[in-house]
């Protein structure tokens, strides 16, 4: 699954907001914030079952970062993995 997701550092903090749900997530470091943001998108996009399958296998979550007050380049995508892959 792929997100939009910006990221601004605020007060020496990195936050990460996605743009295609009301998700965030925020750290000292930009690869803190994007981490804290897929926590943030599994959170959402999880259902909770009764007995979930045993094999179950979590999509991969990509986050393109379209606005970063950082020094990488806006258009370069920033792939970030779920959990137990």
Same mark, same amino acid.
């Given at each position: 699954?792929?997100?939009?997701?910006?990221?601004?550092?605020?007060?020496?903090r990195?936050?990460?907001?996605?743009?295609?749900?009301e998700?965030?997530?925020?750290?000292?470091?930009?690869?803190?914030?994007?981490?804290?943001?897929?926590?943030?998108? #599994?959170?959402?996009?999880?259902?909770?079952?009764?007995?979930?399958?045993?094999?179950?296998?979590?999509?991969?979550?990509?986050?393109?970062?379209?606005? #970063?007050?950082? #020094?990488?380049?806006? #258009?370069?995508p920033i792939?970030?993995?779920?959990?137990?892959?």
């Amino acid at each position: 699954m792929r997100f939009r997701a910006t990221l601004q550092q605020v007060d020496g903090r990195w936050l990460a907001t996605c743009l295609d749900m009301e998700a965030s997530g925020e750290g000292s470091t930009r690869q803190a914030a994007l981490d804290s943001l897929r926590t943030a998108i #599994d959170e959402r996009e999880t259902v909770e079952a009764v007995a979930p399958p045993e094999a179950s296998r979590a999509p991969r979550v990509e986050l393109l970062v379209v606005g #970063d007050d950082g #020094d990488r380049p806006s #258009d370069e995508p920033i792939e970030v993995k779920r959990r137990g892959e």
